[in-house]
Nanobody, 123 residues
Framework: QVQLAESGGGLVQPGGSLRLSCVASGSMFSHYAMGWYRQVPGKQRELVAAISSGGNIHYADFVKGRFTISRDNAKNTVYLQMNSLKPEDTAVYYC?????????????????WGQGTQVTVSS
């Protein structure tokens, strides 16, 4: 069973930056798309960004130009560089193996969720 471990969250002021990391256990990491998702209490988890096995990238409109997703297949790791953070980016951030659908903004999460990493943007 593949396990996901997110890290890198914390408290940051508006306009600040954070870099999240997600390490996936197991083999064949490079074969799969990976996504970053986030969830605010009382709301549904939403896709933030996804990167395919071939490096194609999708961003949610609300992070375009501010966040960058990348992956290092040799380290089984996917990253999320978050710049120009806003208070509304406050959430628990999760990574998951992702599968695209016919709706560009919807990528299905395929594995059990990890613990996530809390990002709080506040002055």
């Amino acid at each position: 069973q593949v396990q996901l471990a997110e890290s890198g969250g914390g408290l940051v002021q508006p306009g600040g930056s954070l870099r999240l990391s997600c390490v996936a256990s197991g083999s064949m990491f490079s074969h799969y798309a990976m996504g970053w998702y986030r969830q605010v209490p009382g709301k549904q988890r939403e896709l933030v960004a996804a990167i395919s096995s071939g490096g194609n990238i999708h961003y949610a409109d609300f992070v375009k130009g501010r966040f960058t997703i990348s992956r290092d297949n040799a380290k089984n790791t996917v990253y999320l560089q978050m710049n120009s953070l806003k208070p509304e980016d406050t959430a628990v951030y999760y990574c998951n193996r992702a599968s695209p659908t016919t709706v560009q903004s919807i990528w299905l999460a395929l594995l059990p969720w990890g613990q996530g990493t809390q990002v709080t943007v506040s002055s």
